[in-house]
C-alpha cells in the first residue's frame, strides 16, 4: 500500500523533471549536462517541497476519519499515538518522501544525460526562436 500510494507522486515529479530538463535545453541548447543538471536540479528541490507537503495532506486526509473516531473514543493519548494507523500514516508519508527526495536527482541525471547530447530540431523553441513562423 506505502508503494502504491507513492507511486503516483513519483509519476508526477519525474515526468514533470524530464521536462523541465527538455525546456531549459530547449531555451538554451549551449548548456553542459552539468549545467542542465544543475538548472534542471533547482527546478527540482522546489517540486520536492510541494510534492511532500501534497503527500502528507493526502494521507491526513485519507486517514482522518479514523483519527475523528479515535477523537470520540476515550483513549489515553499514548495508546492512540501507539496506534497502528498513526504509524502507518506515518510511514506511508516518510516512505513517499524518502522516494521522492532520491528520484529527482536521479531523474534529473537522466535527463541531462539524454537531453544534452540531443540538438534542438529546427521549429523547437531555442534562443533566437520568436515562437511563429514568417
Same mark, same amino acid.
Given at each position: 500500500?506505502?508503494?502504491?500510494?507513492?507511486?503516483?507522486?513519483?509519476?508526477?515529479?519525474?515526468?514533470?523533471?524530464?521536462?523541465?530538463?527538455?525546456?531549459?535545453?530547449?531555451?538554451?541548447?549551449?548548456?553542459?549536462?552539468? /549545467?542542465?543538471?544543475?538548472?534542471?536540479?533547482?527546478?527540482?528541490?522546489? =517540486?520536492?517541497?510541494?510534492?511532500?507537503?501534497?503527500?502528507?495532506?493526502?494521507? *491526513?486526509?485519507?486517514?482522518? &476519519?479514523?483519527?475523528?473516531?479515535?477523537?470520540?473514543?476515550?483513549?489515553?493519548?499514548?495508546?492512540?499515538?501507539?496506534? /497502528?494507523?498513526?504509524?502507518?500514516?506515518?510511514?506511508?508519508?516518510? *516512505?513517499?518522501?524518502?522516494?521522492?527526495?532520491?528520484? *529527482? &536527482?536521479?531523474?534529473?541525471?537522466?535527463?541531462?544525460? *539524454?537531453?544534452?547530447?540531443?540538438?534542438?530540431?529546427?521549429? /523547437?523553441?531555442? &534562443?533566437? =526562436?520568436?515562437? =511563429?513562423?514568417?
Amino acid at each position: 500500500g506505502i508503494i502504491i500510494g507513492a507511486l503516483g507522486v513519483l509519476d508526477d515529479i519525474t515526468t514533470a523533471q524530464s521536462a523541465t530538463v527538455q525546456e531549459i535545453h530547449r531555451a538554451d541548447s549551449s548548456l553542459s549536462t552539468t /549545467e542542465l543538471y544543475k538548472r534542471g536540479s533547482s527546478v527540482g528541490r522546489e =517540486h520536492i517541497a510541494s510534492l511532500v507537503n501534497t503527500l502528507a495532506l493526502a494521507y *491526513v486526509g485519507a486517514s482522518l &476519519p479514523v483519527m475523528l473516531i479515535f477523537t470520540k473514543v476515550d483513549f489515553p493519548l499514548w495508546v492512540t499515538l501507539n496506534s /497502528e494507523f498513526l504509524v502507518e500514516e506515518i510511514m506511508r508519508t516518510l *516512505v513517499g518522501s524518502i522516494a521522492l527526495i532520491l528520484a *529527482v &536527482p536521479i531523474t534529473t541525471y537522466l535527463a541531462a544525460v *539524454v537531453f544534452g547530447k540531443e540538438p534542438v530540431r529546427p521549429g /523547437e523553441a531555442g &534562443p533566437s =526562436h520568436h515562437g =511563429h513562423s514568417h
